[in-house]
T-cell receptor, first 110, second 114 residues
Framework: TQLLEQSPQFLSIQEGENLTVYCNSS?????LQWYRQEPGEGPVLLVT?????EVKKLKRLTFQFGDARKDSSLHITAAQPGDTGLYLC??????????FGQGTRLTINP | EADIYQTPRYLVIGTGKKITLECSQT?????MYWYQQDPGMELHLIHY???????EKGDLSSESTVSRIRTEHFPLTLESARPSHTSQYLC?????????????FGEGSRLTVL
């Protein structure tokens, strides 16, 4: 049983469209991180959300942590080919344990 | 830009061979980790270290072993590789605990055992 479920697992859209990726769990996390991984590279941290209901923006990317700290979403506005990659959410259970979702593979077509 | 390096990037070997995947970081981080990543699956923690001479097994059982003799170096060894060990191995380090700090990842070592 996967602790963190990401959906969709695959998403292919045209440049300029908007999209939302979800990260859901039945467990509470002390914080949640989003990473992006490009082919042949390691994951790179995009954002950390800590407070229930928190919203963080990174240019065209908007991250939200659920009020109950069990879920999160990533919304991309006007997607660009440079947004292509594997998006991973990771929930922290205390200070030392991090649980990853299986990832959403996003392709933005020019 | 992260200063954490993994070698080799790609390795194809036969069954029964001994292999060591190298991981080095120049950030002075005490905490280092090894994750296993397979397509469509979540990253699984297989080993971690909170400092020199400290190593622990992670959530996913692994036949590999690790050592931490120097702060900057955290190699992973497989004594006798098998096809089931075929995977991508990611090394990471952090300054703080994973709940509050950023994980810095290397580029990964993709291992194929024939």
């Amino acid at each position: 049983t996967q602790l963190l479920e990401q959906s969709p697992q695959f998403l292919s859209i045209q440049e300029g469209e908007n999209l939302t990726v979800y990260c859901n769990s039945s467990s509470v996390f002390s914080s949640l991180q989003w990473y992006r991984q490009e082919p042949g590279e390691g994951p790179v941290l995009l954002v950390t959300v800590v407070t229930g209901g928190e919203v963080k923006k990174l240019k065209r990317l908007t991250f939200q942590f659920g009020d109950a700290r069990k879920d999160s979403s990533l919304h991309i506005t006007a997607a660009q080919p440079g947004d292509t990659g594997l998006y991973l959410c990771a929930g922290a259970r205390g200070a030392q344990k991090l649980v990853f979702g299986q990832g959403t593979r996003l392709t933005i077509n020019p | 830009e992260a200063d954490i390096y993994q070698t080799p990037r790609y390795l194809v070997i036969g069954t029964g061979k001994k292999i060591t995947l190298e991981c080095s970081q120049t950030m002075g981080h005490d905490k280092m980790y090894w994750y296993q990543q397979d397509p469509g699956m979540e990253l699984h923690l297989i080993h971690y270290s909170y400092g020199v001479n400290s190593t622990e097994k992670g959530d996913l059982s692994s036949e590999s072993t690790v050592s931490r003799i120097r702060t900057e170096h955290f190699p992973l060894t497989l004594e006798s590789a098998r096809p089931s060990h075929t995977s991508q191995y990611l090394c990471a380090s952090s300054e703080y605990g994973v709940g509050t700090g950023e994980l810095f990842f290397g580029e990964g070592s993709r291992l194929t055992v024939l």
